[in-house]
C-alpha cells in the first residue's frame, strides 16, 4: 500500500501544497473552515505525516527534550505520561533522556543531546530543573525550557508545579486531628526543592497546634523504598516510636510499610502511614496508603503545552510565566487514630 504524502491531501482537499503545510503544523491567520477542510481529508486518507519531512521544510525539529533524575519510577513514568499525551496532541515527538546530575560532564552531554536532536524545548524535571549547569547550557544554545516544580529562580523561565508546603500541612493537620502528637517525617532527596518545601509544611503544622517534632523524628531519605524502609528501621527501633509517619513519597512511605510489616507492627492499628504523589502502588498495597495526590501528568502535560506554543509562536498562546496545578489530601485504610499504650 502506498504511503499517503501531504500531496494526496491537498489534491483531495482541493488547496493548495503550502496552505495544507499550514494547517498541519498548526500555523496561525488560517480560516476555520480551510482548517477543518484539511484535516477532514487527511483524516479519510488516514494520513500520518512524516517527522523528518516536517523538520526540514521548516525551523523546528517537532521534538520536545524530557531530562529527568530522579529514583522514582513511578513519578517518571507519569510525567512521560503526560509530556507524550500533550505532545501527540499536537503533533510532537518527546524523547526520554535520563541525566546524571552528579556527572563531572553533564555540560557536556547536555549540549551533545540538544545538538544533535535540535530539540524545540526541553521539559526539566527535579532535581535537573535546579541545576545551573544545565540550565546555563540550554540558555547559551538558545533552547526554551520548561521546569517542573524548580526549588529556587522561579522567574527565570516557565514553570509549572502546585503547593508542596501546603500539601505538606495539610496531611500533617489531617495526622494530628486524628489524634497524633509523635509523627515522624522522612525527607525526600536533599537536591530536590519539593523536599524542603515539604518539610516547612510538616514544621508549620506542628507548630501551629503547639507541637515540635524530635529531631530522631526528622530523618534523611532519598525518594527510594530503600531510604524508607532504613529511615523507618530507625524511627521503630526506639521504645518511645512515632505514632505515625509522614514521608515526603509514596515509594518511601511504602519502604515504612515493609518495616512496620518485618516488625509485625499492625498498620494503622499501631503506626498509621501517610506518603506523597499517589502512585499506582498506593491503592495496590493493603492497607491502601494514605497520601497527598499530586497532578503529575497534568504539569508535565502543562509544560509541553508551554512549549508547543512558544515554538509554534501562536498569538495569545504562549500562557503565563507560572502554572500552579491543584492537589488533593486522599486519607485511606493506613491512617487512624492511635491506639492507647
Known sequence: MATVTITDVAARAGLSIKTVSRVLNREPNVREKTREKVLEAARALDYQPNLSARSLAGSRSFLIGLFFD????????????GAVSRCRESGYHLTI??????????????RSVISTLRLDGVILTPPVCDDERVLRTLEIHGTPFVRIAPDG?????????????????????NLID????????????????????????????MARRGLSPRPEDVLQGWFSSQSGFECAEVML??????????????????????????????????????????TPAAVTVWPHLSTV???????????????IARASSNPGQEGPIARLMDFEIIMRQSTAAPASR
Open 178 to 205: 486524628l489524634g497524633h502528637s509523635r509523627i515522624g517525617f522522612i525527607k525526600g532527596h536533599p537536591d530536590h526543592g519539593a523536599t524542603h518545601l515539604r518539610l516547612n509544611g510538616f514544621l508549620s503544622a
Open 70 to 81: 530522579n529514583p522514582s519510577p513511578a513519578y517518571i513514568n507519569d510525567v512521560q505520561l
Open 153 to 173: 529562580q522561579p522567574d527565570r523561565a516557565p514553570r509549572v508545579g502546585m503547593d508542596d508546603t501546603r500539601a505538606a500541612f495539610e496531611m500533617t493537620l
Open 237 to 278: 527501633d526506639r521504645s518511645e516510636r512515632p505514632t505515625a509517619i509522614f514521608a515526603s513519597n509514596d515509594d518511601m512511605a511504602l519502604g515504612v510499610m515493609a518495616s512496620a510489616n518485618r516488625r509485625r507492627i499492625m498498620v494503622p492499628d499501631e503506626l498509621s502511614i501517610a506518603g506523597f504523589d499517589n
Open 293 to 307: 495526590a499530586q497532578p503529575i501528568f497534568q504539569m508535565a502535560a502543562a509544560a509541553c503545552e508551554l512549549l
Open 97 to 110: 533522556e535520563p541525566v546524571d546530575t552528579t556527572a563531572p560532564d553533564l555540560e557536556r552531554t547536555v
